[in-house]
């Protein structure tokens, strides 16, 4: 008795920053299909962990082994400090699920599911409370079935929390949403943050992964091609930014200041576009010699490449597709 | 443990109760098949049956095996229905998610199956009791609660074992009809036992719903003599229960079989 208050305690009291999942060379094999080959993660208290990848990258096996679901062929796993291959009863307490796929409970209202679940855990939260945090109050009484796609991933995500958990999965918890639902949804994960929890997010939308995680990891062929924050995934932070505008009649690239001369190409389009290391330096120099010569640049356009263009060319079958 | 089937039970219920499917076909159904086969085939003075030690009314000798029907409907089809959609569906697998013990849910599950096969056993007798005369003799009343109990456990295992090798919910309505329909014709459900060739009774002696409708039989008829308690019959709907029970052990799975 003694032992086990000890370690659920030493588990609860995790201070920010310490793992809450440590994955050592992973691997699992389908018969001859290697599904994932060999990975590490870690992932830390209290922080959103997206974790990326194409349809058929290992993902879901990853996330399945993760939440205790799959059998691993290899490697090392410990989530809160267990591994979830023999986790039971008191490990389920701690851990919140979001499947990928999950009907509602047939002929329950909103509030009757969480009752339903809340007397599975030791220390349930408040149902009311529960309810509201993900914008279903209106909706209480209402029986699951009658609840709009939107609605039901609200209540999934209430029942993954209803256990008052550590640590929560949501498995691709916006895929077919409208926009103004995904919204909603993100609110609702980035409110988890605010209560401390730790968050393993799994999506194949980068604007998802930017708006919501601390920490994003991509896998692609069962291996983790990159790992960083969103903006220096992939070394997106050191990528050049395209300056890109379109030059006045009877002007030319080869008309530009010396300095960003060799930097210019034309576009197909007959656009101009000037691959900068230093954008601000050289949107100057650009402004600089167009004022200079009386004309404005009015579709001038900065940009640095986005998280999709780096998750493109680092899920790309063969690679190296990136400019 | 306990507390959490109870638990589980009180909202299986719910669901149940709200559920059109499940009122109609395991409520409602046994009731029409009653009142059908009773008006059909009983109702004149001559109407009667032959059956162990005597003669009865063929309305009355309906009341027993509609109860098997009620029991089955309850126990197995009902049971088979929801556990393969909540399986498919990824219900069961959420609820893995969760702490709640398997035993807890599938309890649970049983436990709703026994609360309705009771009910509906109580309602087809009080119909019985009040439209057909027939009443339950004090003496063989505790052989005929035992008799549907045993009836309710046994179908529940051999509901979880039928779900377990069944993999796409659409399936699980037309192939427990498939299994049942016509055994309630050759097993004196709905069509009196001495009225079957000799045959055709050995072939539905193999099955546990002809032992179920032969005990509950045995249990309602007035001209039994002693306590009532279909020794052999029981046992056999029990050893098929405990098969599928050791099938259902092997087999359960949360996941869906389905995809």
Redesign the interface.
């Known amino acids: 008795m003694i032992d086990t208050d000890t370690t659920l305690d030493m588990g609860r009291m995790a201070e920010p920053g310490a793992p809450v999942i440590s994955v050592r060379g992973l691997a699992k094999r389908y018969g001859r299909y290697q599904a994932v080959k060999g990975i590490d993660l870690e992932v830390r208290h209290g922080e959103i962990f997206a974790f990326l990848g194409p349809n058929g990258a290992g993902k879901t096996t990853t996330v399945e082994i993760l ?1 205790g ?1 799959r059998s691993r062929t290899a490697g090392e796993v410990s989530v809160l400090g267990v591994d979830p291959a023999d986790a039971g ?2 490990w ?2 701690r ?3 979001v ?1 990928q ?8 209202s909103v509030r ?1 599911c969480l ?3 809340a ?4 220390t349930p939260r408040d149902i009311g409370e529960t309810i509201a945090l993900v914008g279903l109050s209106e909706k209480a009484g209402a ?1 699951g079935g009658s609840l709009s796609g939107g609605q039901r991933r609200r209540l ?1 995500v209430a ?2 929390l209803i ?1 008052d958990p550590e640590l929560i999965f949501l498995d691709e918890p916006t895929t077919g949403f409208d926009p103004s639902a995904r919204r909603a949804a993100w609110e609702v994960v980035a409110g988890l943050r605010e209560l401390g929890k730790t968050v393993f997010l799994t999506t194949h939308y980068m604007d998802e992964a930017e708006y919501l995680a601390d920490r994003i990891a991509v896998i692609a062929d069962g291996e983790i091609v990159a790992e960083g924050t969103p903006q220096t995934l992939g070394g997106r932070d050191h990528m050049t930014a395209a300056i890109r505008f379109t030059l006045p009649d009877g002007v030319a690239v080869r008309n530009l200041p010396a300095g960003l001369r060799p930097l210019a190409e034309t576009q197909p389009s007959g656009g101009a576009v000037i691959r900068s290391e230093t954008p601000l330096l050289h949107v100057q120099m650009l402004a600089d010699w167009a004022l200079g010569r009386g004309f404005d640049l009015p579709d001038l356009d900065v940009r640095r490449p986005t998280l999709e263009d780096v998750y493109l060319s680092l899920t790309a079958p063969t690679g190296g597709t990136h400019r | 443990m306990i507390a ?1 089937s109870v ?2 039970f009180r ?1 299986d219920v ?6 059109p499917q499940s009122r109609f076909f395991t409520l409602a159904l046994p009731v029409l098949f009653l009142v059908i086969f009773a008006s059909v085939f009983g109702g004149g003075t001559d109407r009667t049956v032959k059956i162990a030690g005597g003669r009865i009314d063929t309305s009355v000798y309906y009341v027993p095996g509609i109860i098997a029907l009620g029991i089955i409907a309850a126990a197995f089809v009902n049971l088979v229905i ?1 556990v393969t ?2 399986r498919e ?3 069961l ?9 398997a035993a807890a849910v599938i309890a649970g599950r049983s436990l709703t199956a026994v609360v309705t096969a009771l009910g509906i056993a109580a309602l087809l007798l009080g119909i019985g009791w009040v439209f057909y005369g027939a009443h339950v003799v004090a003496r063989t009343a505790p052989a005929l609660v035992v008799t549907i109990i045993v009836g309710t456990l046994a179908f529940c295992c051999l509901g979880f074992a039928l779900a377990s090798v069944i993999h796409d919910e659409d399936a699980a309505q037309p192939i427990t009809q498939a299994v049942m329909l016509p055994l309630y014709f050759i097993s004196g459900v709905f069509v009196p036992v001495s009225s079957l060739p000799h045959w055709l009774l050995n072939v539905a002696s193999v099955f546990p719903v002809r032992h179920l409708a032969a005990a509950l039989l045995t249990a309602y008829n007035p001209h039994t003599r002693g306590a009532g308690f279909a020794g052999v019959d029981l046992l056999i709907v029990a050893a098929w229960g405990a098969a599928g029970l050791f099938v259902a052990l092997r087999r359960f799975t949360w ?1 869906p079989l389905g995809r």
Do not use: C, I
Request: aromatic fraction near 14%.
């Open positions: 939440e679901f009863a008191e389920r307490d851990v919140g699920v499947l796929e999950s009907a509602v409970e047939p002929g329950l009757e009752e339903l679940y007397g599975y855990y030791r029986l999934d029942l993954a256990g | 959490m638990h589980q909202y719910r669901a149940f109760w709200r559920n929801s959609a909540q569906s990824g219900v697998k959420r609820r893995r998610a969760t702490p709640v013990p996941f």
